[in-house]
Protein backbone atom coordinates (compact mmCIF):
# COMPACT_ATOMS: atom_id res chain seq x y z
CA UNK A 1 0.00 0.00 0.00
CA UNK A 2 1.64 3.35 -1.79
CA UNK A 3 1.39 6.28 0.99
CA UNK A 4 2.42 10.17 0.94
CA UNK A 5 2.74 12.43 3.27
CA UNK A 6 4.10 16.40 2.96
CA UNK A 7 5.88 18.27 4.64
CA UNK A 8 7.62 21.70 4.54
CA UNK A 9 5.05 23.97 3.75
CA UNK A 10 4.42 27.49 5.23
CA UNK A 11 4.44 31.14 4.55
CA UNK A 12 7.56 33.30 2.82
CA UNK A 13 8.21 36.54 1.40
CA UNK A 14 8.40 36.68 -2.50
CA UNK A 15 12.31 35.75 -3.47
CA UNK A 16 12.58 33.38 -0.54
CA UNK A 17 12.53 29.66 -0.64
CA UNK A 18 10.88 26.73 0.97
CA UNK A 19 11.55 23.01 0.62
CA UNK A 20 8.88 20.66 0.31
CA UNK A 21 9.49 17.01 1.21
CA UNK A 22 7.07 14.33 0.78
CA UNK A 23 7.77 10.95 2.73
CA UNK A 24 6.95 7.82 0.43
CA UNK A 25 6.15 4.13 1.82
CA UNK A 26 5.27 1.17 -0.49
CA UNK A 27 6.72 0.06 -3.86
CA UNK A 28 7.09 3.20 -5.83
CA UNK A 29 10.41 1.93 -7.68
CA UNK A 30 9.38 1.94 -10.82
CA UNK A 31 6.42 4.68 -10.83
CA UNK A 32 6.34 7.82 -11.81
CA UNK A 33 6.33 10.67 -8.85
CA UNK A 34 5.01 14.30 -8.80
CA UNK A 35 4.05 17.28 -7.08
CA UNK A 36 0.80 19.47 -8.20
CA UNK A 37 -0.31 22.58 -6.77
CA UNK A 38 -4.25 24.00 -6.06
CA UNK A 39 -4.72 27.46 -5.86
CA UNK A 40 -7.91 28.76 -4.68
CA UNK A 41 -10.77 29.23 -6.99
CA UNK A 42 -8.21 26.98 -9.73
CA UNK A 43 -7.80 23.49 -11.10
CA UNK A 44 -4.84 21.33 -9.66
CA UNK A 45 -1.88 21.83 -12.07
CA UNK A 46 0.86 19.95 -12.15
CA UNK A 47 4.20 21.49 -10.91
CA UNK A 48 7.19 18.70 -11.56
CA UNK A 49 7.51 15.00 -12.04
CA UNK A 50 10.23 12.89 -11.91
CA UNK A 51 10.59 9.30 -13.85
CA UNK A 52 12.06 6.39 -12.11
CA UNK A 53 15.27 7.14 -13.21
CA UNK A 54 15.41 10.56 -11.88
CA UNK A 55 14.97 12.18 -14.84
CA UNK A 56 12.97 15.28 -14.38
CA UNK A 57 10.25 17.79 -15.91
CA UNK A 58 8.31 20.47 -14.92
CA UNK A 59 5.91 22.66 -15.62
CA UNK A 60 6.84 25.91 -17.64
CA UNK A 61 5.90 28.57 -14.89
CA UNK A 62 8.44 26.81 -12.69
CA UNK A 63 11.50 26.05 -14.87
CA UNK A 64 14.59 27.57 -13.47
CA UNK A 65 13.25 27.80 -9.66
CA UNK A 66 12.04 24.87 -8.44
CA UNK A 67 14.17 21.51 -8.69
CA UNK A 68 12.21 17.68 -7.91
CA UNK A 69 14.14 14.94 -6.64
CA UNK A 70 14.17 11.77 -5.10
CA UNK A 71 16.14 11.17 -1.64
CA UNK A 72 16.46 7.41 -1.79
CA UNK A 73 18.21 7.33 2.03
CA UNK A 74 14.84 9.05 3.77
CA UNK A 75 12.31 7.71 0.90
CA UNK A 76 11.08 11.37 -0.07
CA UNK A 77 10.52 13.08 -2.84
CA UNK A 78 11.42 16.63 -2.29
CA UNK A 79 10.87 19.80 -3.88
CA UNK A 80 13.14 22.77 -3.88
CA UNK A 81 11.72 25.87 -4.51
CA UNK A 82 13.70 29.33 -5.16
CA UNK A 83 12.66 32.71 -5.81
CA UNK A 84 8.72 32.44 -5.15
CA UNK A 85 6.52 34.59 -6.83
CA UNK A 86 2.91 35.24 -5.11
CA UNK A 87 1.45 33.08 -7.82
CA UNK A 88 3.05 30.03 -6.72
CA UNK A 89 0.78 30.21 -2.79
CA UNK A 90 -1.36 26.87 -3.38
CA UNK A 91 -1.62 23.85 -1.53
CA UNK A 92 0.72 21.23 -2.59
CA UNK A 93 0.51 17.95 -3.01
CA UNK A 94 2.67 14.60 -4.09
CA UNK A 95 1.16 12.02 -6.14
CA UNK A 96 2.38 8.53 -7.46
CA UNK A 97 1.42 6.73 -10.32
CA UNK A 98 0.33 2.90 -9.25
CA UNK A 99 1.29 2.06 -12.91
CA UNK A 100 4.74 1.20 -13.20
CA UNK A 101 5.28 3.32 -16.51
CA UNK A 102 6.80 6.79 -17.33
CA UNK A 103 5.59 9.83 -16.74
CA UNK A 104 3.70 12.02 -18.88
CA UNK A 105 4.43 15.17 -20.03
CA UNK A 106 3.74 18.32 -17.98
CA UNK A 107 0.41 19.28 -18.95
CA UNK A 108 -2.99 19.96 -18.03
CA UNK A 109 -5.06 17.11 -17.13
CA UNK A 110 -2.67 14.95 -16.01
CA UNK A 111 -3.66 13.89 -13.06
CA UNK A 112 -5.79 11.01 -13.58
CA UNK A 113 -2.74 9.11 -13.67
CA UNK A 114 -1.73 9.49 -10.17
CA UNK A 115 -3.60 6.98 -8.46
CA UNK A 116 -1.86 7.82 -4.74
CA UNK A 117 -1.97 11.27 -2.96
CA UNK A 118 -0.55 13.05 0.00
CA UNK A 119 -2.67 15.52 1.91
CA UNK A 120 -1.50 18.15 0.74
CA UNK A 121 0.75 21.05 2.28
CA UNK A 122 0.16 24.88 2.07
CA UNK A 123 2.37 27.33 0.64
CA UNK A 124 1.67 31.02 1.33
CA UNK A 125 3.77 33.84 -0.94
CA UNK A 126 3.59 37.40 0.20
CA UNK A 127 4.42 40.24 -1.62
Known amino acids: QVQLMESGGGSVQAGGSLRLSCAVSGNTYSSCLGWFRQAPGKEREAVALIESDGTPSYADSVKGRFTVSKDYARNSLDLQMNNLKPEDTAIYYC??????????????????????WGQGTQVIVSS
Open 95 to 116: AADPIPRGCPMVVPGIESFFGH
